[in-house]
Nanobody, 118 residues
């Protein structure tokens, strides 16, 4: 199973970006999907998570600005980021809990860099 993230880039404060992360491989079912981020010198932190039933949870710092969603037909999770702030600058990683033919496991995508200029 591989996760391919895209959509990062440079944006001015107050702007928007949409991240996407598509899973591919031998997938029977994808359970929770989520986005994490890691800023320089900081630990990786949860940004948002969405369950297979589309229940969502957000870090307090992004509530009301970010929206996580998923398209199960495409095995893809999205993160719509609005009203971006310089403190949102980080490498963003997607994560998915995937059930394959023989076992389930957590998979991480290669990060995508989001830079918010002031």
């Amino acid at each position: 199973v591989q996760l391919q993230a895209s959509g990062g880039g440079l944006v001015q404060a107050g702007g928007s970006l949409r991240l996407s992360c598509a899973a591919s491989g031998r997938i029977l079912r994808i359970n929770d999907m989520g986005w994490y981020r890691q800023a320089p010198g900081n630990q990786r932190e949860l940004v948002a998570v969405i369950t297979s039933g589309s229940l969502t949870n957000y870090a307090d710092s992004v509530k009301g600005r970010f929206t996580i969603s998923r398209d199960d037909a495409k095995n893809t999770v999205y993160l719509q980021m609005n009203s971006l702030k310089p403190e949102d600058t980080a490498v963003y990683y997607c994560k998915a809990n995937v059930q394959g033919p023989y076992y389930g496991a957590n998979y991480w995508g290669i990060g995508t860099l989001v830079t918010v200029s002031s």
